[in-house]
């Protein structure tokens, strides 16, 4: 069975600062991976999502890699701002469609 | 488009009670997906739909959850009877799997309380 984990639980920083989220997993054997953010009461928003054959995608301040090799993958938001601060989840897909979520890492960006 | 929506956004019942919830997938979307979100557990597939034929029901905790998808434009969950650890909140997600990248589009969610 898939297991996802996501360290660390919660993450408090200035604004400005650089944001490094980790999450592995522990088949390496996976279609793709997808970080989403999710606000306070509500629903999930996918952010990015990288093929099992990519070893990184870019969206605006958003990088993601992949090592899936190490069953590793980080997000990385640069120059955070306080709308930045939510709970960014990870999630793997192996070759059927169950994705498997990690717990999530909480983020808050100080002003 | 408007998204994945789901309705009632939010509802409150008694134990016992029978409880529907609601989802309208993004139009041209072949899977929908229902998930249950909760501190203790996270968040668990309840049952995956692919052209709106039921796929893969394990993660439906008991007989009491049910769902359904008439056609590709609607799906219901219901739960009954309802019990207090039902409290969760529920989402439904639609994808268009056999796609490029497959991702999953959540709607906001139907948070369910059970007195």
């Known amino acids: 069975k898939q297991e996802v984990t996501q360290i660390p639980a919660a993450l408090s920083v200035p604004e400005g600062e650089n944001l490094v989220l980790n999450c592995s997993f522990t088949?390496?054997?996976?279609?793709?991976l997808q970080w989403f953010r999710q606000d306070p009461g509500k629903g999930l928003t996918s952010l990015l999502l990288?093929?099992?054959?990519?070893r990184e995608q870019t969206s605006g301040r958003l990088n993601a890699s992949l090592d899936k090799s190490s069953g590793r993958s980080t997000l990385y938001i640069a120059a955070s701002q306080p709308g930045d601060s939510a709970t960014y989840l990870c999630a793997v897909r192996p070759w059927d469609y169950k994705l498997s979520f990690g717990a999530g890492t909480t983020v808050t960006v100080r002003a | 488009d408007a998204g994945v929506i789901q309705s009632p956004r939010h509802e409150v019942t008694e134990m016992g009670q029978e409880v529907t919830l609601r989802c309208k997938p993004i139009?041209?979307?072949?899977?929908l997906f229902w998930y249950r979100q909760t501190m203790m557990r996270g968040l668990e597939l309840l049952i995956y739909?692919?052209?709106?034929?039921?796929?893969?029901d394990s993660g439906m905790p008991e007989d009491r959850f049910s769902a359904k998808m008439p056609n590709a434009s609607f799906s219901t969950l219901k739960i009954q009877p309802s019990e207090p650890r039902d409290s969760a909140v529920y989402f439904c997600a639609s994808s268009f799997v056999g796609g490029v990248q497959e991702t999953q589009y959540f709607g906001p969610g139907t948070r369910l309380l059970v007195l």
């Open positions: 088949d390496s054997a996976i279609y793709n």
């Open positions: 990288i093929q099992s054959s990519q």
């Open positions: 739909f692919n052209n709106n034929v039921p796929i893969d």
């Open positions: 139009s041209g979307h072949n899977s």
